[in-house]
């Protein structure tokens, strides 16, 4: 009997989270939710039927939904993501509402995204802050082929990619606002062997023993690569508020905070660098 949309979805959601068996089949078919809502009773063609048999089984198997569609949303952007670079997370989105409301929406500020992967952060605020100019860094010259892309399809050219790590491709450079969102799950966190993590750029997530490497270097120069009343923004694990606060007091920043996500979850610590 030829499967039917409602019978291939009813099969796949059994097997997998909510909502994860609509994303698989939209991208087999290249259609929206409003569409596979409408035509339940559509048949499936036998190839679409198997190619989407075989994205069940693999993401039955792990492999994170974002990989296997490529695409993933975050904030109001629909971006091109893969192995190359960490799968935007929706608290992520905290970091970059942090940023906005430091940026006045009609002057020309210059940010900088530290660690840009697939140009998430960087992408979202050139999107909302069109007159700012943004640079956005990373060490993985394949994660900035995906954020060029990004920028590319969605037609933003105030974002500029540089390739290095953190600060070093800005020598000399100072911004209004400087943001990242870098690796900081400490080496060993068992967390580093389940879900999406396993698949995800070991380089992209871990830092150190305490996962504070990359935040220490970022923290240790930032002020240098400021301009005066400018503004550090990190996002950190939920335990790290009170060590990154303090890192961030170390190297003379003021207005230090540390900020929740929607869940309630220490997510983002500022800082500004006194004028
Ligand atoms: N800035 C990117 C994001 O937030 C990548 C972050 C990372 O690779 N640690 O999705």
New binding site residues.
């Given amino acids: 009997m030829p499967a039917h949309v409602d019978s291939a979805l009813r099969h796949a959601r059994a097997r997998l989270a909510p909502g994860e068996a609509e994303l698989l089949l939209m991208h087999v078919l290249g259609r929206g939710h409003a569409w596979l809502y409408a035509h339940g009773d559509a048949p499936l063609a036998a190839a679409d039927a198997e190619r989407f048999d075989e994205l069940v089984a693999r993401r039955e198997a792990g492999e994170p939904v974002a990989y296997l569609t490529g695409r993933r949303g975050f904030w109001s952007l629909e971006l091109q993501v893969g192995p190359a ?2 799968i ?2 929706a608290e ?1 989105e905290r970091l970059v509402e942090l940023a906005l409301e430091r940026l006045p929406p009609d002057t020309g500020c210059r940010v900088a ?1 530290l ?4 140009g ?2 960087a992408l979202a605020i050139a999107s909302e802050r069109p007159r700012a100019r943004v640079v956005a860094t990373d060490a993985s010259s394949a994660a900035l082929e995906v954020a060029r892309a990004n920028a590319g399809a969605l037609g933003l050219a105030n974002v500029e990619f540089r390739h290095g790590d953190w600060f070093a491709p800005l020598a000399g450079e100072r911004f209004h606002l400087v943001a990242s ?3 900081y799950i400490a080496e060993g966190d068992p967390h580093l062997a389940r879900g999406d993590l396993r698949h995800e750029p070991p380089r ?2 871990a830092s150190g023993p305490d996962g504070l490497d990359d935040i220490r270097a970022i923290t240790a120069v930032a002020a240098a690569h400021l301009e005066p009343d400018g503004w550090l923004l990190l996002e950190h694990g939920h335990d790290q508020g009170g060590p990154v606060a303090a890192l961030l007091q170390e190297a003379g920043f003021c207005a230090v905070a540390t900020l929740a996500d929607l869940e309630g979850r220490a997510r983002v610590s500022l800082g500004r660098r006194p004028a």
């Fill in positions: 670079t960490l935007p997370r992520t995204d660690g840009t992967g697939s998430a952060v969102n870098p690796p992209a997530l």
